[in-house]
Nanobody, 119 residues
Framework: QVQLVESGGGLVQAGGSLRLSCVGS????????ITWYRQAPGKQRELVAA???????NYAESVKGRFTISIDNAKNTVSLQMNSLKPEDTAVYYCNARSIATAPGLGSWGQGTQVTVSS
């Protein structure tokens, strides 16, 4: 079992920045892929960015060039640096961790952290 704890959310004005962190504990040796998702009120959950233990990354088109995902294996931490934030980035952001054998959307989830971007 893997436990994930997110932090770093908050209220920021459009154009501002936030840095989210996801700290993992437990059976983290089973984890190959860590993904940030977000869900806005009334909308489906969407992938924001993903990273493998080896550092390969993937981003949603809507955040490319603005968000950067990174991993610190020594600290069991994945961070999401969010710059040039827009009101449409407002959502609850969730961290997900899974092995490569586990289907996307399954695996372990954190409790979420709220990001609110005011215009």
């Amino acid at each position: 079992q893997v436990q994930l704890v997110e932090s770093g959310g908050g209220l920021v004005q459009a154009g501002g920045s936030l840095r989210l962190s996801c700290v993992g504990s437990g059976s983290i040796f089973r984890i190959n892929i860590i993904t940030w998702y977000r869900q806005a009120p009334g909308k489906q959950r969407e992938l924001v960015a993903a990273i493998t233990g080896g550092g390969s990354t993937n981003y949603a088109e809507s955040v490319k060039g603005r968000f950067t995902i990174s991993i610190d294996n020594a600290k069991n931490t994945v961070s999401l640096q969010m710059n040039s934030l827009k009101p449409e980035d407002t959502a609850v952001y969730y961290c997900n961790a899974r092995s490569i054998a586990t289907a996307p959307g399954l695996g372990s989830w954190g409790q979420g952290t709220q990001v609110t971007v005011s215009s």
